[in-house]
């Protein structure tokens, strides 16, 4: 394929002609244990916490299910749809504005929290490997906390800044098929402000910056604050959903076809959705295992945005893409998922046969997920084999596969879903590829599954099999968002980034090469156990991230001070 013309790309802190866009910067984390009170005494903060009770679950009310046609069908159950070859073993993300996502990864050597690069030693007669010595780290907040008293040093994060604001599209990682709408197919190993977004786009639309993005495979989503989509990347299945007359875009292109404000955005492996401001979900691109939604009368590929009509009487308010499956809660807290059913990711269970043999297959419509009967669910997440979400109480479910990779608890796959006891009041939830991480309501990350590459930000590469918490020494504030790639894992913590795991190192690192990698985003391709801050603009705060395969996109608000 030909390659495009380089367009220079602006760092973070960069110079740039966008408009000022006058906006509260409301900004400060706002996860909290529970209600609390506070004091400042001599520069201490004194938190007296308040009980938080948790109590039995509310109605459950059964919404519609599609026949295979896509037509709505008022029915609690139905027959599968026929079974689908399992396809490329990559993953996705789901993103929403203010919200999070699910997304990719590989694997390579590692360090541990290393805090400042050297440059690359040559490396003769083995594999290249390059060390990394230590400077002296920033200083984190002490916190002690004694029978619900906690006592934490004041210190200001960038969830301060109070002067005017504007936002900005920032990525980092793989360049490959244009997946950072750089305009050109190199890697970044630091993050980069989006230049279409930040010299003027061609439909004159400045006053229109995007609020929110999501990684996918190997193509982004953003989403402008009007709720008009853009797409750039790899377009071989129809993802970018502009069509079928190219196969990559390395500038992002509008997306036409959905005549309603969007509000959410979500990036699966080679499929896409978008939910509008009155709850109605369109999706396109590849469709071989029914992840569309669409029944099974639709193609194999669907290059533009199409309404899943059998959702025509349900108001969907967020939606998480798998690999091959998708994952949708409705405002009432229903939950329905479709698509690909293998190692029950799909949350319903095996069928069976006449025959009584146990069968898995692909659901071409969304289905209702029986289990989750009389609970109202807030959040969602799908990683590659393996689905999870959480309850208005702050319960977690896990389903899907765990043999091996994705832990969380005994081995074989849980087929329906599974309360996770070891997480208490979970708030935010990431699925990877084999891993899963949780934000609790007082800002402690927790993660388990497969650590290839250090993806669990522990410190070491063992498999995980039940919930383990980061030492909250890794971060200066409470996590408040989370997000997870293959083998690669995001949060936001008071307004800063960091990342950890695989780094898309391909055996060799030089200050002026290319990288297939980069998308940790600290300057280097290489592995990181443990989590390590992005640096960026110091007039700056992450207010959304999201990862994809091996790429990273973050939003950031600006202000002039």
Known sequence: MAMAE???????????????????????DTTAPSPSFHADLG??????????????????????????????????????????????KWFSVA?????????????????????????????????????LTPRPTKPIHHQSTYLGLRLRRANASRSSLSSPTWTHPTLWGNGDYGRLGMGALESRWSPTACPFFLTGRPDGDDDDPPTSLACGGAHTLFLTESGRVFAAGLNDFGQLGIGSSVTHSLEPIEVSGIDEKVVEVSAGNHHSCAVTADGKLFTWGRNSSGQLGLGKRAGKVVSTPRKV????????????????????????????SWGAAGAGRLGHGHETSILGFSITTSEYTPRLIKNLDGVKIKRIAAGMLHSACIDEKGTLFIFGQKTEKVGFGRSGDELRPTVVEDVPFSEEVACGGYHTCVVTDSGDLYSWGSNENGCLGLGGTDMVRSPEVLKSSLFKFPVSKVSCGWKHTAVISGGDIYTWGWGGANGTFFEEGHSSGGQLGHGNDVDYFEPMMVEFS????????????????????????
């Open 43 to 88: 520069g201490w903060t004194v938190s007296i916490f308040l009980l938080k009770l948790r109590f039995g679950r509310g109605r459950y009310r059964w919404g519609p299910r599609c026949d295979d046609s896509g037509k709505s069908n008022p029915v609690r159950g139905g027959a599968p749809g026929q079974a689908a070859a399992s396809g490329p």
């Open 95 to 131: 993103s929403r504005i203010g919200g999070k996502a699910g997304s990719s990864g590989a694997r390579r050597s590692g360090i541990n929290r290393p805090t400042e690069q050297q440059p690359a030693q040559p490396v003769t007669d083995q594999p290249s490997f390059f060390s």
């Open 6 to 28: 380089a367009v220079a790309s602006e760092k973070l802190g960069g110079a740039g002609s966008r408009r000022r866009r006058q906006t509260t910067a409301a900004g400060a």
């Open 538 to 561: 110091k007039n700056a705060r992450a207010v959304h991230v999201s990862c994809g395969f091996n790429h990273t996109g973050a939003i950031f608000e600006y202000s002039e001070n």
């Open 309 to 336: 009509d059998c959702l025509a009487d349900a108001r969907v308010k967020m939606v998480a893409l798998g690999s091959e499956h998708s994952i949708a809660t409705t405002e009432e807290g229903e939950v329905l």
